[in-house]
């Protein structure tokens, strides 16, 4: 069973920044792809960005130029790098890990969220 754990989420006034983390545990063999995700109230889950374990990086438009994704590869956290953030960035923010178990059969794990609200 994989298990991920966010962190980092908080209040923070516009145009400030937030790092968020995202730890992963258990019988993980290789990771496929891990990514950020979005939902504002009301709205749909969104990607936000995501990285391949080639290292390919994708970002949804609306952040582009302020958020950057990265990992460890020594170890599995993921990072987002949250700059010039917008009350439109406000939501619940998710991370999503997808590979294979140490037994070979595939996840596709999901975080219990972590808030963002940007307001002044």
């Known amino acids: 069973q994989v298990q991920l754990v966010e962190s980092g989420g908080g209040s923070v006034q516009p145009g400030g920044s937030l790092t968020l983390s995202c730890e992963v545990s258990g019988s993980t063999f290789s990771i496929v792809a891990m990514g950020w995700y979005r939902q504002a109230p009301e709205k749909e889950r969104e990607l936000v960005a995501t990285i391949n374990s080639g290292g390919s990086i994708n970002y949804a438009d609306s952040v582009k130029g302020r958020f950057t994704i990265s990992r460890d590869y020594a170890k599995t956290p993921v990072y987002l790098q949250m700059n010039s953030l917008k009350p439109e960035d406000t939501a619940v923010y998710y991370c999503?890990?997808?590979?294979?178990?140490?037994?070979?059969?595939?996840?596709?794990?999901w975080g219990q969220g972590t808030q963002v609200t940007v307001s002044s």
């Open positions: 999503n890990v997808r590979g294979y178990t140490t037994r070979r059969t595939p996840f596709d794990s």
